[in-house]
């Protein structure tokens, strides 16, 4: 039965989607409305977590999940960046090998990124294809077919992997990740998908030929996965049967090929080819066996190849008489490359995809539409400043000239018609009062945008602080990406809208200028016709004034003035509300060419439709120029005229002032509500901002809690150093036969028997001869003892001998000291240690002579007789506690 090998998957946790996706949208997506996303977070949300859950299920039903999880990760990968300065979502996964052991590496690695995410959920697809193929049978023709597809496409997977981990994952990824891992991952997987092909081709009886090519092709791919699996950086990562199992399918494989390759020449009548092939094929499998150990499953056809070796061997001796050539001398075999890594496909994996998030357009297209509509508003902003300001100054010029006043008040009795409407106009707007209820709103309104803004900077100090602290006190160990990289992009954003508040500080403090200087006279204009009446000085009567002709052409002119304001009115509507659908034009050049050309792209749509209305503020300027010279020359004549008639300076001065006092009266409530709207649309783009650093703030304190844990783990685990040596006054005192000198002390001289006879002393002296020739003495040595063993008469039984302190007794003399270490002083023999008065060995104790030969020896003395209390050896220990009165054990 073949036996194929399945990658781990990694291991994850639950995190929270919903929060920080939603909180992007609110502060990116400004325009779409809640119902539009808040079902798709919480359906992108329930698919992870159901991929972790079917993660474990050997199935399509579950690869079917990750399939569906991985084209939403990828779908939103252009809407919604998951990053660590954009969306905070920390992704933390577990080495697929790491089985709790103590193999070097990090084993766990948690990154705020979508990158990464998607890489962990490819490695987890390509295993779970693994298992898959894995679990499949083998004995049928679909599940080979299944095996052969999944166990290919895994292998495209992880070789795709191997090129983008680096730079996908910005720190050290965990070992299943590293990309020598990732190579011989996907070489396993072809060799396995190979394997499946040629069982399939077995199993179908092919031609022996193409049998044989895609076996060697296996063995080639599973020695290229065993180069690359027992790479030192990764043997100690796999399950302890990986590699025996592929070594031993490389030696198996290539000895199948050598075998239908035999085959081969047994139809082409080369029989000794024949054998030569089952024989080293025979071998291959022997070694395949060896390697394999339990793992070996190539039983069967091991005894097929036998077989056939024999029967072929048996017909070559009988019949054929075919020379067998030497094996390395044979054709090579050739191979069959059919398994292959299959590529990612480019659509989506799963047949049923559907984005949950359509509705929100990809961000690159997003920041295009922003950066039109900035754009848009600069062109807007700029042609109806123009529109305005050109109105400002005939405005201006007009009130210099008290027109069209000075034509209404002939008389010089009565308060002018435009003054009166003027007035009327001014107080329907509110007067005074709502100027002055504007102007004390604007300071709160700034004080509340600067608040929120100091704030946010505020978080962002403390959190810099914290993390610069954090690095200093754990160094290299620190390794999260430093805040100030991190907080880059929200500080430039800050700071624009810092400078954003300077500049409208500087035009409120312009707008409250020009308050003052015109309040008397929108005073004025808010009273009621009758005060109004009142405070305008009298003039004397010019009847003759009103018939001349200039009279008639300044009216003409001053209808032509209306005339103007009303198309500039209507151009200044058509340019505000001109339609643009530029969603649709960047989303086809972002399909067509990958990215956006924003500038090109606006700076042609901008041209197309402001063109005609640019032309047209053009050419009202124009006008306004020549109308505005003639108004002049017009004037001048009038007044001459006028002059000689009436003296009304006064008069005229304060129409004047009414004229410019009404004028500012506009200028200034459209500034002020301008001014209104701008601090109360920057509000909520300042509260997003908060939020938006408040929730980074509060994910690094999240990550800085994790990672002090983790590193307090580290530290805490640590094996700390061997203490120093203690001093030498400090060392035990050695027991006292280590302080003995390791010379031994000096014996006394032999002792000499007058009353032996001489075949009793003959022994001792032939030995003590042999032994002097034997051993010589050297000049450091004791001189021989005074009273030695007497030595085994001969043709006695050997003696058996005794030892204490290191030496023997019986041993032939001199003895051999020991070199080094402490050296005990030999006893005589016969000495007992515990009474000097006892013989020792004891009686009747094995190898001891006789009472008869030991007096006969004269060695050991006679024991005196015992006295009272007397212990004879071995002495025996009355139980604690029970001893004599008066006793003293020695």
């Given amino acids: 039965m073949a036996m194929f090998l399945a990658v781990p998957q990694k291991r994850t946790s639950e995190v929270d989607l919903v929060k920080p996706l939603r909180s992007f949208i609110q502060n990116t997506f400004t325009t779409i409305e809640p119902d539009g996303y808040n079902q798709a977070l919480s359906e992108f949300n329930k698919l992870r977590n159901l991929m972790i859950s079917k993660s474990v299920d050997k199935h399509d039903s579950a690869l079917e999940i990750l399939y569906r999880y991985y084209d939403q990760l990828k779908a939103v990968e252009s809407k919604l ?164 199992t592929v070594v031993m399918k490389q030696a198996a494989f290539h000895g199948l090929a050598e075998f239908y390759q035999g085959c081969v020449a047994q139809q082409k009548k080369s029989y000794g080819e024949q054998i030569a092939r089952m024989q080293h094929a025979a071998e291959l499998l022997t070694a395949s066996q060896t390697r394999g150990g339990a793992t070996f499953c190539f039983k069967n056809d091991q005894a097929k190849v036998q077989r056939e070796l024999q029967a072929a061997k048996k017909d070559n001796d009988f019949i054929y008489h075919d020379i067998v050539p030497d094996v390395r001398a044979l054709a090579p075999i050739g191979k069959a490359v059919i398994a292959k890594p299959l590529p990612i496909p480019d659509k989506p994996m799963s047949d049923k995809f559907t984005d949950l998030f359509e509705k929100i357009v990809p961000l690159p297209v997003h920041e295009a539409l922003t950066a039109f509509d900035s754009r848009k508003s600069q062109i807007v902003n700029m042609e109806i400043g123009r529109l305005r300001e050109q109105t400002t100054l005939m405005n201006s010029v007009l009130a210099s000239l008290n027109l069209p006043a000075a034509l209404e008040d002939l008389t010089g009795a009565k308060v002018p018609a435009s003054v009166t409407e003027k007035a009327q106009q001014l107080q329907q707007l509110g007067g005074m009062q709502y100027i002055d209820k504007i102007m004390c709103e604007i300071p709160d309104l700034l004080k509340r945008n600067r608040e929120i803004l100091e704030e946010s900077l505020r978080m962002l100090d403390d959190e810099d602080q914290s993390d610069r602290q954090l690095r200093e006190q754990f160094k290299e160990r620190w390794s999260r990406t430093a805040s100030a990289t991190l907080t880059k992009p929200m500080r430039d954003e800050s700071n624009k809208y810092k400078q954003i508040l300077d500049t409208a500080i500087n035009a409120d403090q312009i707008v409250k200028e020009k308050y003052e200087k015109h309040k008397n006279a929108m005073t004025i204009l808010s009273k009621t016709p009758a005060d109004l009446e009142g405070y305008l000085p009298s003039a004397s009567s010019g009847g003759s004034v009103k018939n001349l002709p200039v009279v008639s052409q300044l009216r003409k002119m001053m209808e032509e003035i209306e005339t103007m304001k009303a198309e500039r009115d209507v151009v200044e509507t058509e340019i505000n509300n001109a339609v643009f659908d530029m969603a649709g034009k960047f989303m086809s050049a972002m399909a067509a060419d990958g990215l956006i050309s924003e500038e090109s792209i606006s700076v042609s749509e901008l041209d197309r439709v402001y063109g005609p209305l640019r032309n047209q503020v053009t050419d009202s300027v124009h006008r306004q120029e020549t109308l505005m010279g003639q108004i002049q020359n017009a004037n001048t004549e009038f007044c001459q005229a006028k002059a000689s008639s009436q003296s009304a300076a006064q008069r005229e001065t304060m ?86 000198s390791k010379m031994p002390p000096s014996r006394p001289p032999p002792p000499t028997f007058s009353g032996v006879s001489a075949s009793s002393t003959a022994a001792p002296t032939a030995a003590s001869a042999a032994a002097a020739t034997s051993a010589p003495v050297s000049a450091t040595a004791p001189p021989p003892p005074t009273n030695p063993m007497p030595a085994q008469a001969p043709g006695q039984p050997q003696q058996q001998t005794y030892g204490y302190g290191g030496q023997q007794w019986g041993a032939p003399y001199p003895p051999q000291y020991p070199t080094g270490g402490s050296y005990n002083m030999p006893m005589p023999a016969g000495y007992n240690p515990y009474n000097p008065y006892m013989s020792y060995p004891p009686q009747g104790y094995p190898g001891q002579q006789p009472p008869q030969q030991q007096q006969q020896q004269g060695y050991p003395p006679q024991q005196p007789p015992a006295y009272p209390g007397q212990q004879q050896y071995p002495p025996q220990y009355p139980p604690a506690g029970q001893y004599p009165q008066g006793t003293q054990w020695r």
């Fill in 81 to 244: 960046p998951i990053t660590e300065n954009q969306i905070r979502i920390q992704f933390k996964w577990r080495d697929a090998f790491d089985k709790e052991s103590f193999f070097s590496g990090k084993r766990t690695l948690a990154i705020a990124s979508g990158a990464y995410e998607k890489v962990c959920m490819l490695f987890n697809i390509a295993a779970l294809q693994s298992q898959i193929g894995e679990v499949q049978n083998w004995d049928s023709d679909e599940g080979l077919k299944i095996s052969a597809k999944y166990f290919q496409q895994a292998g495209g997977i992880f070789g795709h992997l191997k090129d983008i981990v680096l730079s996908h994952v910005q720190q050290e990824p965990t070992p299943d990740l590293n990309p020598d891992t990732l190579n011989a991952l996907s070489s396993l997987m072809v060799a396995q998908g190979q394997e499946a092909i040629y069982r399939k081709a077995a199993s179908d009886r092919m031609k022996e030929t193409m049998i044989a090519k895609i076996a060697f092709q296996c063995s080639e791919l599973y020695a290229d996965a065993m180069k690359l699996m027992q790479l030192q950086s990764l043997k100690e990562l796999w399950p302890k049967d990986w590699v025996p």
């Fill in 655 to 740: 129409l004047k002032d009414l004229a410019a006092g009404f004028d500012m009266y506009m200028e200034l409530k459209g500034n002020l509500e301008e001014g209104t709207k701008f601090y109360n649309d920057l509000t909520p783009l300042l509260l997003r901002l908060q939020t938006k650093i408040s929730d980074f703030c509060f994910a690094r304190k999240t990550e800085k809690e994790e990672l002090m844990a983790d590193l307090q783990k580290t530290i805490a685990n640590q094996p700390t150093q061997a203490p120093p040596a203690a001093p030498s006054y400090q060392q035990p005192a050695p027991p006292p036969s280590t302080t003995q």
